[in-house]
């Protein structure tokens, strides 16, 4: 398949048959992470920066690795070590990464637009590893193929995300793949975390956790940020934990067999029990293992653009 | 009857006029030739006749931002896009809280431009705008400040802004306010709806500005004194003006052409040229605002002329300030707005030039004879692409850019003068 994206900024500019295409790849590059030598020379002479204005751990780390195991040369550069914190401005940063020649910038920004706004102004390509609450494609896809390799097919699902939704870039990013997949996506949340006109989306809405796990198959917790007390969104975590916190007798009333996600990094105890995180249901370990070889997928099709 | 010149082939209300002039006023508005053996006689060459427009919001950022706009820049601008009047706000550097900045501003006005166009400065309501405490109002009025206002940072302090609607009321001027709510609208960047929960930005709802327009008319109401609501944006607003109306209490309010032609739609691409406050709202929105204009309950047209440099704008969206050039394009938009049929002639004189005149006791052209002779001769059919060559503002920052753009400023007159022609 000719690869006719420069960038990927969010997962609708993705037609289904490209999804799979992705999919496929990640799959052969899932068998050489389980090789004992994991290293392949297809992209050597290949530069990636790694431009990370936002603190990440498992993102960041998922993305130097998929880099260097197809032996790309890979830069990271943080917020903290950068000259954003001189006051200099995005778009400077950037054409001065940009005079470097790196064949693709792979950016984690705290603002909304930020990938879009940087991919207006460079040659080179931009892969959004997360900007503000706007979109994270690389993680929708990692999730997408995580239930691929479990399920065989997304179409016919029923998946719930639980949640702050309103602050989540892997909630929308998740809503719009897995809707093309062909799954059917719930969304459970107090109001206060849901977003504005939640009406105009794909999906259907549940204040109640007890009623929105019923008959699902995958359940995606997402992290609740301190920070949404502090703003008055909730009166507490606890309060917040007793309605909204997933516990092992939410997945009893689930389909049998469901399944538990999150994107990292899990408060234990909060959005979700930890006997759950650590039982036989979560899929959370096999996400990130997933997510080096989407990634792969994603810079060798954005890399070498076949 | 004796004129000093005389124009001809020119329209006024969809009729062929002919206009005199004498010592700098009207002398007569006539539907046949005035022509006079050895009175200088002016070629209108077919455009159409307005009295000059009058800007009752913009913005010029001098003193302190002159990197932005200044005096001259905008003042040119105001004078090429047909405004012969313009009220600039206070959030100045330093803020125009006290009788040496709106000074300053008169005189650089004067200096630069001494036909025209005039500058009305609008003192601060409070000082430094910062909404604690009432800025000098009586200073400011014998300055020479033709209203009040804290234009970009709301009055959240209720009694307060009771007491400087009645200070500001003895001394015969109007108190503009900015209708937000700041905790309401906290942090937001656009809109609050169906585009700020696709694109993931916090949004500013509606009810930050329906909520404080319901404040300013529960107040105007209680101490019977008026009040102008600024920047209206959304349908509640309107519907909560019209009532007001309706009971007799004494508010005016004003809109700008982009809330008018444009919707949150356009930021779809996190566009930060269309990135305003109040922000561009929906287009049950848009078409309460029109129809308001129509029926009178929103009296004016307003630029919100708010420049700033390219670089400031050349940041993600909710890093960029709030702000749209207007001077520049508001004509073309407003003659926009007749072609499409949503408002008349007599509409954008009335918008524009007559209700604006009232509401701050500033000279209107009524083209009867005495009045000053400050009118535009505008080509209705001229299109011209808004670029850095048609922009006299320093700021480019306009959703419009690279349009092209209908209806020109081809001559405009200050005084009887000819002060701007577009070549």
Redesign the interface.
Known sequence: MHWRHKHLLDVDQLEKEEIEHIFELARNFKEINNRPVKKVPTLKGKSVVLFFAEPSTRTRVSFDIAGKRLSADTFSLSKSGSSLLKGESLKDTVLTLQAMRPDCIVIRHQFSGAAAFIASKLNCSVINAGDGWHAHPTQALLDGFTLKEEWGELAGREILIVGDIAHSRVARSDVKLFTKLGARVRLCAPRTLLPPRVDTWPVKVYSSLEEAVKGVDLIICLRLQLERQEKGLLPDLREYSWRYGLGLKHLKLARPGAKVMHPGPMNRGVEINSELADSQKSLILEQVHSGVAVRMALLYLYLVGA | MNFDLVINNIKFLGQRVFLGIKEGKIAELSFKDLSIEGVPVFDGQGCTLFPSFIDAHVHLREPGFEYKEDIESGLKAALAGGFGQVLAMANTNPVNDKASVTEFMLTRARELYPSGPSLHPVGALTRGLQGEEMAPLGELAQAGCKAFSNDGLPVKNNELFRRCVEYAHDLGLLVIDHCEDPDLSEAGVIN???M??????K?I?TVAESLQVARDILLAAYLDIPLHLAHISCKESVELIAWAKEKGIPVSAETCPHYLLLTEEILA??NTLAKVNPPLRTEEDRQALLAALRTGVIDILVTDHAPHAD?EK??????APNGISGLDTALALSLELKRQGQLQEQDLIRLWAETPATLFNLNFNSFKPGDRADFILVDESKKWVVSEKTMYSKGKNTPFWGQTLRGKVKYHFLEGKLVYEDK
């Not at chain 2, 050349?314 to 890093?319: C, F, G, N, R, S």
Request: hydrophobic share 30%.
């Open positions: 609050e709806g169906k700020s929960s696709y694109l993931g930005l949004g709802p691409d996190y670089f050349e940041v993600p969206l909710a890093q």
